[in-house]
């Protein structure tokens, strides 16, 4: 059993990691400031006497500090996720994700907390043309805001390993789908096509390429490689060995709603500006280590939709 | 002519650059909070009628976004530039060149001033095992608050090029040497055979392997380098194609000195937590492009020494 202190733990990933870590048997403090987070994805959590939420913002550094206290092991999971409009405030990322994971070491640091857990992401090879992306591969050019505050965040949390005996797992995550799910192309395309059935809107051409998790996968991935694991510093990528196109995705989508909509195409390889074109980890070394993906990524469109319809109905 | 707006204009890099920068017709603009610049680094640069300095703090967005208005590009040198000491302050790294490398690039964007010449470091590479090292290193591992920072303004830089489409050229220096060094080795030596010329502490075993390279080849390099590329993002390494031991710079030192100091020896392969035993940067891309150093290491190490000799005397 150990105390398991979650950042952004009433977030979609978070919440998800929460019922499981209390299902183990682990005492879980979720912080969380309820900016994206929503407090009924800890509904089951809150039936747990092993559960205790502190609502709180991390750039509130003392109040963060003294609620960690006692605490074994971090996941640090809080973060601004939203790539796509870091251009309309690009300090966002910076305050949110670098800042907020610096506060995060140090008030470990001053609790004498020494294992963190983070989730990266694959946005920070950036600019790279190789594909599956290996772990090690080579020097990241950044493409977006959102990718280097996560490299940003990558490079203190080694430097704590390095500088004071820290231990980190460091997860670079593809896109994350499944039950809870609250931004991203699927949420973005059902609720087009609830406004307007016949007609949908799509950025770029429709042949950008990514790869998908589903959150299950996701939480199997961060229990099984944290205890197999014994390094200083542990990377790795979670994804599956797939990837899919925007149209890929768009076929699933209408044929489960049962709608055939006209698409508009913006036009161009990018949805936007600073978007990977590409995004296909991969996840070998994960594999090495006796994880492995169970749910395909078609499979995680669709459950993630169904998830979507059900808290509308 | 540019005008060209220096932070850190009055530090030992900056103001050779703005010495460089007056005597080659360019109006030139210092912004500097005096931490650790000198200003009589700026003696001779005051006497020309090119020249402003202005005394302000780089985290102060306002004042800093006003004083820039008007220039063409802007060199930002202005940076902790102090390795060792980073764990006795964790948070200095990341707002002397983090958070502040953010308000340099708000105010230009702000300003709509779109070129930039950042000093980057070697550092950046890391618990790299490939040396010399190339620019295009497998993904770093970082071992430094310092590297950490500087990857992470590598990384805003990279996504202002992208997002906001300004042009960069990131140089990765080695440890600079040459008139009006303020610290490093050559200075720790120096000072402490002033203090005992019969002993001398040595941090590590001597045997830590870095390059080095003499000021004006430094400021020839980003003159040469701006002037010759056209990317969006332009990335060299700045070094020369050797490296020395501790113990060869020490040999020098004396020998200069007419000193035979006991050296006693910390031990360890490191000089202190999170140095670098091997710094040693691949310089060929640079060379491709036309430049090379002209000073070897032991004759910019025994520059540094004679300007520290007169400056005592």
């Keep these: 059993m150990s105390r398991c202190f979650v950042t952004g733990g009433a977030g979609f990933v978070g919440s998800n990691l929460v019922d499981r870590l209390l299902e183990d048997g682990h005492k879980v403090i979720v912080y969380d400031n309820f900016s994206t987070g929503h407090e009924e994805f800890l509904m089951k959590a809150k039936s747990s006497p092993n559960f205790k939420l502190i609502k709180g913002d991390l750039l509130d550094y003392g109040y963060l500090r003294d609620a960690m206290k006692n605490s074994d092991i971090v996941f640090h999971l809080a973060a601004n996720a939203d790539v796509r409009f870091g251009l309309e405030d690009p300090m966002r990322d910076l305050e949110q994700n670098t800042i907020v994971t610096s506060s995060v070491l140090e008030a470990m640091r001053k609790n004498n ?73 699927v949420c973005d395309f059902y609720r087009k096509l609830q406004d307007n059935p016949n007609e949908m809107e799509v950025l770029g051409n ?95 469109v669709i459950k993630t939709l169904e998830y979507l319809k059900g808290f509308d109905g």
């Design 206 to 300: 429709g042949m950008q390429s990514k790869s998908y998790l589903y959150v299950q996968d996701c939480i199997d991935a961060i229990f099984h490689l944290t205890r197999n694991t014994t390094d200083k510093i542990n990377i790795f990528n979670l994804g599956v060995e797939d990837y899919c196109t925007v149209n890929d995705s768009i076929g699933w989508i209408t044929k489960n709603l049962g709608l055939t909509p006209e698409l508009k195409y913006t036009g161009g390889n990018q949805g936007w500006i600073g978007d990977n074109p590409t995004i296909y980890l991969d996840v070998k070394k994960a594999e090495e280590f006796g994880w492995k993906a169970k749910v395909s990524i078609k499979d995680a």
């Design 113 to 185: 907390i020494k294992k963190i857990v983070f989730s990266s992401t694959g946005s920070v090879y950036g600019a790279t043309n190789n594909f599956p992306t290996p772990e090690n591969d080579c020097f990241p050019i950044q493409t977006s805001l959102y990718g280097a505050s996560k490299l940003a965040c990558e490079g203190l949390i080694q430097a704590y390993c390095e500088g004071y005996d820290f231990q980190a797992w460091i997860f670079r995550f593809v896109s994350i789908l499944g039950e809870r799910y609250t931004h991203g192309h």
